[in-house]
């Protein structure tokens, strides 16, 4: 069996138990299965998500220090950033004008019975200038420590920018952050082949704990959500690539496998990000020099699934509570989540917070996030893998566009182990 597939078995197993589990014991379990999930299970989970994490800073930023240092001369990094960054932006925005779109006509919210809303209370939102002056570190190596990904991605571009440029003094650092890259990619490539347990291990926990009886109560919206989630992975996508580049979309969705059903099983873009960068490198054959940087920075600010899901809720909230924002309100909404996508970690619930700036620019109530928390996580792994396949489509047309992309490679749908 291929490791994608153990993957899938792992991921499926998973869920079948934990629901079996749920629907069985509910909260009531037996106190041997409450030691097994806690004990057992979640500390496996829980490990595998450390295990993920802890590449995600060297992986960044020394894949990219070598990719910006080795890219092909007369290679715009300019010009990269500003495609890269445009066809985040556009399919963000396109995402949530769907959402908007489709949830009028559908009216998810009308005539809601709001009797079972619990409290939330909405984090202060920073401002723009906030958000672009904390691109740009003062410590590298608090960056680092904190995981700061837009902060990594700045340093590691002005680093690879001058080993570029310095020449023969550089070579030996090059050739220093070259050997760590191998390294760090071979680090990869061991934990994919414990990642079948690791997933089994989470969703078992998960779907125990999570009982989703709320999706009842909530199914227009769930549903909506889901809807335009799949319209938007499934159609958007597609015809962006075709019309781009011409390439074959299936083979896409073939080889972008395992970031998916990680991104799924993990509900993280940052703790997958060490699996994207495979995938979109090795498997997509797109060059290091542009995965290295449309990948992490794709990771942190482009979240399609995340902006579909506030523009839903968002006009999810404005029925619940009988308040309409009119047209200019909507397209408030497209403007702020677009924009509030950016700096925004690409970490489980994330789209909650940003959800609240929407809300408190268009002037709908914030508590109203709590009618909507107790499906969220479910949504949240679907929409993380709909994030992951939008960074592994843009770092496709990127690629292709800049004649940097491995035609071999790309249509290799044969499912061996290459990460
Ligand atoms: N969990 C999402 C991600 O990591 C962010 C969100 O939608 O909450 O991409």
Redesign the pocket.
Known sequence: MTLSNKILLGMVAGVVLGSLLNAAFGQQLTPLLAWLLDSVFDLVGQVFIASLKVLVVPLVFVSLVVGTATISPGVSLGKIATKTIGFYLLTTALAITAAVIFANLIDPGTGLDRSFEGSFTAPLPPTVKEVLIDIFPTNPIAAMAEGNMLQIIVFALLVGVALAQVGTPGTAALRFFESINDVNMRMVTILMHLAPWGVFALLTTLFSAEGFGAIIALGKYFFTVVGVLLFHAVVVYPLLLLTLTRLNPLTLFKNIRPAALF?FST????ATLPITLGVVENRLGVNPSIGSFTVPLG?TIN?D??AI?QGVATVFIAQAYGIDIGLSGYLAVIATATLASIG?????????IMLAMVLQQVGLPVEGIALIIGVDRLL?MI??AV??TGDCVVSTVVAHSEGLLDRAVYDDVSDRDRY
């Not at 509900?267 to 940052?270: D, I, L, T, Y």
């Not at 925004?344 to 909650?352: D, H, N």
């Open positions: 991104g509900a993280s873009s940052n990771a979240m699934g995340s899901l925004t970690a690409g970490v489980p619930g994330a789209a909650l949240d929409r993380t994030n992951i």
